[in-house]
């Protein structure tokens, strides 16, 4: 297996563009997740799905982000407009139902906006 | 969410064992306790996770107290590719509506493995 795949691995953009995200969870997987992480704030969950349903967004840090899983292998995180404070590396995850639960873990995207 | 507490950073030589302590006074009944860990510009991945038992994976030993109150990763030689951040959180599997499958990471524990 691949593992979880995510596109760009970077991103520099410039402030007020919108930057799209994108991940490929493990096949077979039933949870997908997408966490961001800065020096500041550490690893903090933004959402995650349960069979391509949004359970949880409260960490969405405002509507300027914006996540959906249109399918079982794929999901976007989107942000628009852009700011520099949103510079981080955005990872995704995906796990199976049950205990325990692991969590697979992409690569990351680092993004920059300058 | 129940916390756990970790040191910030530990040391160790190569080739020696590494005990990575956790404090969790606050867990509840249905949480298990779980270990990531974090190698440079790599993503978290997991390590190893039990409720009551010790618990023996290919890559490490989980002690856990007799009142859950804390537990040791144990790394039994550590080599120069353990170096990493290594986090201990507890996922409550008590919750409904998924909310069970929703892991917190903290600030873990940075170690450092010296040749």
């Known amino acids: 297996d691949a593992g979880v795949i995510q596109s760009p691995r970077h991103e520099v953009t410039e402030m007020g563009q919108e930057v799209t995200l994108r991940c490929k969870p493990i096949?077979?997987?039933?949870?997908l997740f997408w966490y961001r992480q800065t020096m500041m704030r550490g690893l903090e969950l933004l959402i995650y799905?349960?069979?391509?349903?949004?359970?949880?967004d409260s960490g969405m840090p405002e509507d300027r982000f914006s996540a959906k899983m249109p399918n079982a292998s794929f999901s976007t995180l989107k942000i628009q407009p852009s700011e520099p404070r949103d510079s981080a590396v955005y990872f995704c995850?995906?796990?199976?139902?049950?205990?325990?639960?692991?969590?697979?873990f992409g690569p990351g995207t680092r993004l920059l906006v300058l | 969410d129940a916390k756990t507490t970790q040191p910030n950073s530990m040391e160790s030589n190569e080739e020696e064992p590494v005990h990575l302590p956790c404090n969790h006074s606050?867990?509840?009944?249905?949480?298990?306790i779980h270990w990531y860990r974090q190698l440079p510009s790599q993503g978290p991945e997991y390590v190893i996770h039990?409720?009551?038992s010790n618990v023996n994976n290919r890559m490490a030993s989980l002690a856990i107290a007799e009142d859950r109150k804390s537990s040791t990763l144990i790394l039994h030689r550590a080599t120069l590719r353990d170096a990493a951040v290594y986090y201990c959180?507890?996922?409550?599997?008590?919750?409904?509506?998924?909310?069970?499958?929703?892991?917190?990471f903290g600030k873990g524990t940075l170690l450092t493995v010296n040749p």
């Open positions: 959180i507890l996922r409550d599997v008590g919750g409904r509506g998924g909310s069970n499958y929703k892991l917190t």
């Open positions: 606050t867990i509840s009944g249905t949480d298990y």
């Open positions: 799905f349960n069979n391509n349903v949004p359970i949880d």
């Open positions: 039990g409720l009551t």
């Open positions: 096949s077979g997987h039933d949870y």
């Open positions: 995850a995906s796990s199976f139902v049950g205990i325990p639960g692991t969590q697979y």
